[in-house]
């Protein structure tokens, strides 16, 4: 009998969908197809085997095909969730009688959904789907060339953990597993935050020492804000923790080191905080005001309260460093 073929979709044709579909194309049973709304990545795709936007230097597996066909969805076996976490709610809402009611969706996003609530929240309540999380230390540009690269897979349901294990089998991707879904989303949200710190640190330190001793502060804080929002500690100890947070934190290639950088610099100008600023500063207020919400005091959580100052203009970027060492 000739093998089961399942179709996998992204939604979004970007870096990390790009990435992850080119590694799954290389698969014979599966049929993968990249889903984007922008009309020249498609015809790019399909006709020069380039993602012209985000990979323009590499030429893509040929089973990897793209569409902007919204019915592409009603045949999905598996839709991986691959565009920014601030539209991603009402994009798919938008497009929800097209998606197969019994398709896994599969979020990649890190943030926010909608008010407090993590993307997976927000795809249980609106959604009869199951649905996972996957976060971890990667950058897109790694998993393109076939660097060993690892993910954290957040469940509810255990059999949906089985079929990614499944898919994944065989690729450059490890995994490793947790049904704390709510943590592993809580998790991808707070490292990101917590990398901007340290890139405001070593923005005006080239010290070990110092990068170090903040490091073993964000850690300890991020274990008691994950607590506090209903994680679990081991999850810290996830791909999608300690390994995820270092690798945000401490390499330039990311977005989010680089704002701490800029920041850190006073580079930090309307256009900066437009373009880069909008999920980071959007997690940092809706965690900050969570926190206090529940009672806790700043003392509880100072880094995440001097970044949620910088972020909203509340103080000169001097006083940072000797803020949250005072802490």
């Not at 990649?108 to 789907?129: H, W, Y």
């Not at 998993?143 to 089998?169: C, M, R, W």
């Not at 100890?237 to 945000?248: A, E, L, M």
């Amino acid at each position: 009998m000739p093998k089961q073929v399942n179709s996998i979709v992204f939604i979004g044709a970007g870096t990390i969908g790009t990435a992850l579909g080119n590694v799954l194309a290389g698969k014979t049973n599966i049929n993968v197809i990249l889903h984007s709304i922008e009309k020249e990545i498609v015809d790019a795709i399909n006709t020069t085997g380039v993602n012209v936007k985000y990979f323009p230097m590499n030429h893509l597996n040929p089973n990897l095909k793209a569409t902007y066909d919204d019915h592409i969805f009603e045949s999905s076996d598996i839709i991986f969730l691959a565009i920014p976490s601030v539209i991603l709610i009402d994009y798919v809402n938008s497009i929800k009688s097209y998606i197969n009611p019994k398709a896994v969706l599969i979020n990649l996003a890190k943030g926010f959904g909608r008010g407090n609530n993590t993307i997976v929240q927000c795809m249980k309540q609106d959604f009869p789907n199951p649905v996972c999380s996957l976060k971890g230390p990667t950058f897109a540009r790694e998993i393109i060339n076939h660097l060993p690269s690892a993910f954290t897979v957040g469940y509810y349901d255990e059999t949906v953990s089985d079929q990614v294990s499944k898919l994944f089998t065989g690729t450059t991707i490890y995994l490793d597993y947790s049904d704390d879904i709510v943590g592993v989303e809580i998790l991808s949200i707070l490292k990101n935050m917590y990398a901007i710190v340290i890139g405001i640190i070593d923005a005006h330190f080239n010290s070990p020492n110092l990068r170090s001793l903040i490091l073993t502060k964000a850690f300890s804080e991020m274990r008691d804000i994950l607590l506090q929002l209903g994680g679990k500690e081991e999850t810290m100890f996830k791909y999608c923790g300690i390994g995820d947070f270092t690798h945000t934190a401490l390499n330039d290639l990311s977005r989010n080191r680089t704002l701490g950088l800029l920041i850190g610099k006073g580079f930090f100008t309307e256009h900066v905080s437009h373009e880069l600023v909008l999920e980071g500063k959007n997690a940092v207020n809706i965690i900050y005001q969570e926190l206090l919400s529940n009672s806790l005091k700043e003392n509880k959580f100072p880094l995440l309260a001097e970044l949620y100052k910088v972020l909203n203009n509340r103080y000169q970027i001097s006083n940072f460093i000797n803020a949250i060492l005072q802490s």
